[in-house]
């Protein structure tokens, strides 16, 4: 059983896990490439479970993969006895849920463009929102799926790439077959999870490279650090959202002065401002994830990005 962090929306687990063994030379080969949708900063691919298809979520800020109760009903999923998941949503609250089986799980629903991960266990829960598309979305992929493999982030031109990386050098350290200008900035890896350094109005903090969250989410504690105060916060607009445990809590747009990520400045940010029950201080979403080429290696723990 793996031991579970909060995260940005959703923490589920499931075991679905594919070993990288170290290769006498750097080696790397692409997994899948799966076609990525972007419904209103809901970044989603296909899969197929048990046979049938199915959207779900790309999240790499939850550490485990979840299936909703309408998934689990559509496809006869049966109750995992063996398997429980405690389950954390971005108010700090945990929750003890059930897992299903899953007999067989392949990313892609196209034959000759498909990665079969094969049988595991999947938490079950629900999430806050999802677009209306087909194939129905029916969960999301956690960082138990995800973090197997380096990503290639292509949102504008709707594309996921897996790339399987096995280090037996140093060779690895530059792995986007890139041409131009990108950056190249160092990542924290923890429960699958990655984290990279920034700077916000003169303050350093830690941020999660969270492509489930829709938006940049500043923490509220990050911005009392920053001398922004509850009074302050109030006067900019804003409104109420939810998690997967359906608790709702307040969030701000604020006009920020500066944010540093590697070498990248963005001037004049307007970013979301609100309590963030995790180990980051904000929130990459998806819609930084939209606007950038990004390969997140978890193989050499960097961030590629432009």
């Known amino acids: 059983m793996r031991r579970l962090l909060p995260a940005a929306l959703i923490l589920g687990m499931a075991l679905y896990a594919t070993a990288v063994h170290a290769a006498p030379v750097c080696e790397m080969s692409r997994a899948v490439v799966l076609p990525l949708r972007d419904d209103g900063g809901y970044l989603s691919v296909s899969v197929t479970v048990n046979g049938r298809a199915?959207?779900?979520?790309?999240?790499?800020?939850?550490?485990?993969?979840?299936?909703?109760?309408?998934?689990?009903?559509?496809?006869?999923?049966?109750t995992d006895p063996e398997h429980r998941t405690m389950?954390?949503?971005?108010?700090?609250?945990?929750?003890?849920?059930p897992?299903?089986?899953?007999q067989d799980l392949r990313l892609g629903t196209h034959p000759a463009a498909e990665l079969p991960l094969g049988p595991g266990t999947m938490a079950v829960g629900m999430l806050p929102g999802s677009p209306m598309i087909t194939p129905p979305v029916l969960g999301l992929l956690g960082a138990d799926v995800l973090a197997d493999y380096d990503l290639?982030?292509?949102?504008?031109?709707?594309r996921l790439t897996l790339w399987t990386i096995r280090l037996g050098s140093r060779l690895c350290q530059q792995p986007p077959a890139w041409t131009g200008h990108w950056t190249?900035?160092?990542?924290?890896?923890?429960?699958?999870?990655?984290?990279?350094a920034f700077t916000l109005d003169g303050l350093g903090g830690t941020a999660l490279l969270d492509s489930g969250a829709r938006s940049h989410i500043v923490s509220t504690d990050f911005a009392h650090r920053l001398g922004l105060t509850d009074d302050q916060l109030a006067l900019d607009p804003?409104?109420?959202?939810?998690?997967?445990?359906?608790?709702?809590r307040?969030?701000?747009?604020?006009?920020?002065r500066r944010l540093e990520l590697g070498e990248t400045v963005w001037t004049r940010p307007v970013l979301t401002v609100a309590p963030v029950h995790d180990q980051a201080d904000m929130l990459l979403g998806s819609d930084w994830f939209a606007h950038h080429e990004i390969w997140l290696s978890y193989a050499t723990q960097q961030l590629f990005f432009r």
């Open 54 to 78: 199915a959207s779900m979520i790309v999240d790499t800020g939850s550490e485990g993969s979840l299936i909703t109760p309408a998934g689990v009903a559509a496809l006869r999923l049966p």
């Open 87 to 97: 389950m954390q949503g971005p108010n700090g609250s945990p929750r003890l849920v």
């Open 99 to 102: 897992n299903v089986r899953i």
């Open 152 to 158: 290639e982030f292509d949102v504008p031109h709707q």
């Open 184 to 196: 190249t900035t160092p990542v924290h890896r923890q429960s699958g999870r990655l984290t990279v």
């Open 238 to 248: 804003g409104g109420l959202t939810a998690g997967v445990d359906m608790k709702e």
């Open 250 to 256: 307040e969030y701000h747009w604020h006009h920020f």
